[in-house]
Antibody, heavy 121, light 107 residues
Framework: QITLKESGPTLMKPTQTLTLTCTFS??????????VGWIRQPPGKALEWLTV???????HYSPSLKSRLTVTKDTSKNQVVLTVTNMDPVDTGTYYC?????????????WGQGTMVTVSS | SYELTQPPSVSVSPGQTARITCSGD??????GYWYQQKPGQAPVLVIY???ERPSGIPERFSGSSSGTTVTLTISGVQAEDEADYYC??????????FGTGTKVTVL
């Protein structure tokens, strides 16, 4: 059974750097074609894809946020870490990590519960 | 950047059919995917690769693709299907994108 869980700070001040950790079980990020993505959702708004990291350490970022995002993986710990620099109130929202299922092509079949991050001075 | 456009809302009576469209220029070359999200919950994948259904998803959920549009169809809508629905795709550079979202209301 695949599970993912996000963890990190719930309250940030503007200009700070956010670091979120996705801890997962039930799969290995060293298995071919497997990936983990990050998606966020401002309150009452649509989902927004941020980044994905693959088993071979290939990474892709949202073009609009690329300069502020970094994603890394620690296969031995079954963790993926997302950093977002220069946080702003518009970055407030729920941040999800999700499993990219190779057999389902470019989709996310299992999601974490999400973690709410509020940016306020 | 690549965009996917959905109608903001769809209303349907119980037992009827709901159709949600998603339009994007890259869809003729890329697969479409659909997620259901209920209030306070994480999204759930209901359709992958345009028309495939993950295990555990009811048969009343189906998907199709034609040109620049993918469509999610919910046949015999039930009250529990009231939710927000998002399409998603990816482009050839490996960038993912979600649609604008559609709120389905069961009357």
């Amino acid at each position: 059974q695949i599970t993912l869980k996000e963890s990190g700070p719930t309250l940030m001040k503007p200009t700070q750097t956010l670091t979120l950790t996705c801890t997962f079980s039930g799969f290995s990020l060293s298995t071919s074609r497997v990936g983990v993505g990050w998606i966020r959702q401002p309150p009452g708004k649509a989902l927004e894809w941020l980044t994905v990291i693959y088993w071979d350490d290939d990474k892709h970022y949202s073009p609009s946020l690329k300069s502020r995002l970094t994603v890394t993986k620690d296969t031995s710990k079954n963790q993926v870490v997302l950093t977002v620099t220069n946080m702003d109130p518009v970055d407030t929202g729920t941040y999800y990590c999700a499993h990219r299922q190779p057999n389902y092509q470019d989709s996310f079949d299992i999601w974490g519960q999400g973690t709410m991050v509020t940016v306020s001075s | 950047s690549y965009e996917l456009t959905q109608p903001p809302s769809v209303s349907v009576s119980p037992g009827q059919t709901a159709r949600i469209t998603c339009s994007g220029d890259a869809l003729p070359k890329q697969y479409g995917y659909w997620y259901q999200q209920k209030p306070g919950q994480a999204p759930v994948l209901v359709i992958y690769k345009d028309s495939e259904r993950p295990s555990g998803i009811p048969e009343r959920f189906s998907g199709s693709s034609s040109g620049t549009t993918v469509t999610l169809t919910i046949s015999g809508v039930q009250a529990e299907d009231e939710a927000d629905y998002y399409c998603q795709s990816a482009d050839s550079s490996g960038t993912y994108v979600f649609g604008t979202g559609t709120k389905v209301t069961v009357l």
